[in-house]
Nanobody
Framework: QVQLVESGGGLVQSGGSLRLSCAASGRTFSNYAMGWFRQAPGKEREFVAALSRSGSNRYYADSMKGRFTISRENAKNTVYLQMSMLKPEDTAVYSC????????????????????WGQGTQVTVSS
């Protein structure tokens, strides 16, 4: 089992920034590729960003490119999502997820590829 706990959400004005953190425990963190997803009220869960076990390969949803940065610190068992130039449409519950992967460089982007999920943290962007 891997336990994931997100933090760092909150209320921010349009154009502002937030950094989300996701602390993992329970298994060897470096064995897992990590991802962030979000879900807004009344909408489907949406892929945001993903990062390989190595931390060298990243993938972003098109609407997040240039604004969001995913990173990880394996020594701290933590993955981050730095969000800038936030827009009201970024308002959602953001959840991190872990995908066991034998590849050091794979970047899973589909929700079904992830086994463990956090509870999520609310991000609200006001206009």
């Amino acid at each position: 089992q891997v336990q994931l706990v997100e933090s760092g959400g909150g209320l921010v004005q349009s154009g502002g920034s937030l950094r989300l953190s996701c602390a993992a425990s329970g298994r060897t963190f470096s064995n897992y590729a990590m991802g962030w997803f979000r879900q807004a009220p009344g909408k489907e869960r949406e892929f945001v960003a993903a990062l390989s076990r190595s931390g060298s390969n990243r993938y972003y949803a098109d609407s997040m490119k240039g604004r969001f940065t995913i990173s990880r610190e394996n020594a701290k068992n933590t993955v981050y999502l730095q969000m800038s130039m936030l827009k009201p449409e970024d308002t959602a519950v953001y959840s991190c997820a872990a995908a066991y992967d034998s590849s050091w460089y794979a970047v899973p982007v589909a929700a079904y590829e992830y086994t463990y999920w956090g509870q999520g943290t609310q991000v609200t962007v006001s206009s």
